[in-house]
């Protein structure tokens, strides 16, 4: 037998809506200053309690699911002769070119979350978000900080740091107004 405070706890539907969330049974997360500094998405119609550092992953993954579209335009066939390798030996070992790996469904829905968000967000904020994305999109170091900050020219990468997580947690805190 459970008790009704058990079923309230292991419920899968948020209160606010009806949406299922996909948080678990551990207590909430604590930010970066050590309070939960979680905001809540509606801009999809789902419900989903988000924070910095989850912010933060969703513009990573969106910079790689980005990378990882095919190109917007084809390149044109120059000549209709096929390739053919040089060496008779050589037949059905050859690859055209390096193999792609397409995004999933999940990881375009992930994209098309992150370009919405970015539309609530000022023209600065947005660009230096994309640009540490992007610079961090499939890269074990993370951020190229000194490279973003001659691109930016503020000349700081520690201000480049903190501009980020000022972007982040300004929008954070605009997804918990509208919540």
């Excluded at 207590?27 to 933060?56: C, D, F, Y």
Aim: glycine share 4%; charged share 25%; aromatic share 6%.
């Amino acid at each position: 037998m459970t008790s009704s405070s058990d079923s309230k706890r292991s419920s899968p539907h948020c209160r606010k809506c009806t949406a299922s969330t996909a948080t678990s049974k551990s207590a909430k997360p604590t930010g970066i200053w050590g309070r939960s500094n979680s905001a809540s998405l509606s801009i999809t119609g789902r419900h989903i309690s988000m924070n910095v550092e989850q912010l933060h992953d969703l513009f990573l993954q969106a910079a790689e699911t980005d990378r990882r579209l095919p190109p917007a335009t084809r390149k044109q066939k120059l000549s209709s002769w096929p390739d053919y390798p040089l060496d008779w030996h050589g037949y059905g070992w050859t690859q055209i070119g390096p193999t792609r790996l397409h995004p999933t469904s999940k990881q375009i829905s992930d994209f098309d979350e992150a370009m919405r968000l970015t539309s609530i967000m000022p023209e600065d904020d947005r660009r230096l978000v994309w640009a540490v994305a992007h610079s961090a999109a499939f890269r074990a170091r993370g951020p190229a900080w000194k490279k973003i900050a001659i691109m930016l020219s503020l000349h700081d990468p520690r201000k480049v740091k903190r501009n980020y997580m000022d972007a982040l947690l300004t929008l954070t805190l605009k997804l918990r107004k509208e919540a």
